[in-house]
T-cell receptor, first 116, second 110 residues
Framework: NAGVMQNPRHLVRRRGQEARLRCSPM?????VYWYRQLPEEGLKFMVY????????ESGMPKERFSAEFPKEGPSILRIQQVVRGDSAAYFC??????????????FGDGTRLSIL | GDSVTQMEGPVTLSEEAFLTINCTYT??????LFWYVQYPGEGLQLLLK?????DKGSNKGFEATYRKETTSFHLEKGSVQVSDSAVYFC?????????FGKGITLSVRP
């Protein structure tokens, strides 16, 4: 019973390159959430998606960041023209369809993005 | 907006000591409350949860009670083990997204 799968686990990019982070939710989960964890900080919400829809992107930076969750395949968090400040751990979580506020989210092991 | 405040860390305890980690929250509605634990190099694992006032969440010897009157959800364990060493995050959920505290690192000495 696979959990939330994120890849890659570690990603190194140079300034100005693009970073693509992938997340496959748990089986039967159709709600996906992305969070960012800066060093010595808690996780900050970025975006909440259902299949083919962005539900809440209030935590996403207005520029360079985008997310999708297509009908087929994993959810993708895309960061264009990366800068040093994008270095962080990015976590994906999923929850069952029809999740309300009391449904726990299940987290992946994260992608650690380093910008040179 | 919603916020979660955790006590400052890190915390270092000897094995079998009593643990309390304070957590208070601010929310406009009636959130669900959670404690997550993060082991080195891993993602967050749900430790326990409570969905309404006076609910007590418990798991692996850890407990926390949803106190609406004090807007708190303090984590306790009567006797910690070395294997409990990790980072602990308090969180609340309203309208599906989670709001986290900064986390606190717990180190347990043998």
């Amino acid at each position: 019973n696979a959990g939330v799968m994120q890849n890659p686990r570690h990603l190194v990019r140079r300034r100005g390159q693009e970073a693509r982070l992938r997340c496959s939710p748990m089986k039967g989960h159709s709600h996906v959430y992305w969070y960012r964890q800066l060093p010595e900080e808690g996780l900050k919400f970025m975006v909440y998606l259902q299949k083919e829809n962005i539900i809440d992107e209030s935590g996403m930076p207005k520029e360079r960041f985008s997310a999708e969750f297509p009908k087929e395949g994993p959810s993708i968090l895309r960061i264009q023209q990366v800068v040093r400040g994008d270095s962080a751990a990015y976590f994906c979580a999923s929850s069952p369809s029809g999740a309300g506020s009391n449904q726990p989210q299940h987290f992946g092991d994260g992608t650690r993005l380093s910008i040179l | 907006g919603d916020s979660v405040t955790q006590m400052e860390g890190p915390v270092t305890l000897s094995e079998e000591a009593f643990l309390t980690i304070n957590c208070t929250y601010t929310a406009t509605g009636y959130p669900s409350l959670f404690w997550y634990v993060q082991y080195p190099g891993e993602g967050l694992q749900l430790l326990l949860k409570a969905t309404k006032a006076d609910d007590k969440g418990s798991n692996k010897g850890f407990e926390a009670t949803y106190r609406k009157e004090t807007t708190s959800f303090h984590l306790e364990k009567g006797s910690v083990q070395v294997s409990d060493s990790a980072v602990y995050f308090c969180a609340l959920s309203e309208r599906s997204k989670l709001t986290f505290g900064k986390g606190i690192t717990l180190s347990v000495r043998p």
